[in-house]
């Protein structure tokens, strides 16, 4: 009977990342292939609006243009949150994982990880901002209801 982690291709460089925005988490895994991307099984080509779309490229963009982003797959899972708070987590997961995917013989790659940080460190880093409960005597978290003495 043959071994079942003998089975398994040796050599293959895969990486997994993640990226979080208010309360949508997205996985990536980066993987050899012919450079498509998926997000949550579509391609991410696909993704509408526009605007979401555009902002979730951006680190392939940038990567693209340092040459660091050729024959590499890109499959991402998201979930919670809402339409933009995904899209930050989407783009936070890839450039992460094209930083690790890159790396040299002595850790991430850091030109590219230069470049998101320059471009916007947000690319990097996950956003702690989360929205304030809310607290009695008003209608949210700030607003509080008129009173009158008179």
């Not at 890159?102 to 850091?110: I, K, L, M, T, V």
């Amino acid at each position: 009977m043959v071994n079942k982690l003998a089975r398994k291709k040796t050599g293959t460089k895969v990486v997994n990342t993640s990226g979080k925005r208010k309360t949508a988490i997205a996985r990536a895994t980066l993987k050899p292939g012919k450079g498509r991307v998926r997000v949550n099984g579509s391609p991410i080509h696909i993704m509408e609006p526009e605007l979401a779309r555009r902002k979730a490229l951006e680190p392939l963009l940038i990567a693209e243009a340092m040459n660091r982003t050729d024959r590499v797959d890109i499959a991402i899972d998201v979930r919670g949150g809402g339409q933009m708070g995904q899209v930050d987590a989407i783009r936070t997961a890839i450039a992460r994982g094209l930083v690790k995917y890159n790396d040299g013989a002595e850790g991430d790659d850091e030109e590219l990880r230069d470049e998101f940080i320059r471009f916007e460190r947000k690319m990097l880093v996950n956003d702690p901002r989360r929205k304030e409960p809310k607290h009695q005597m008003g209608r949210g978290a700030r607003k509080k209801w008129q009173k009158s003495y008179r």
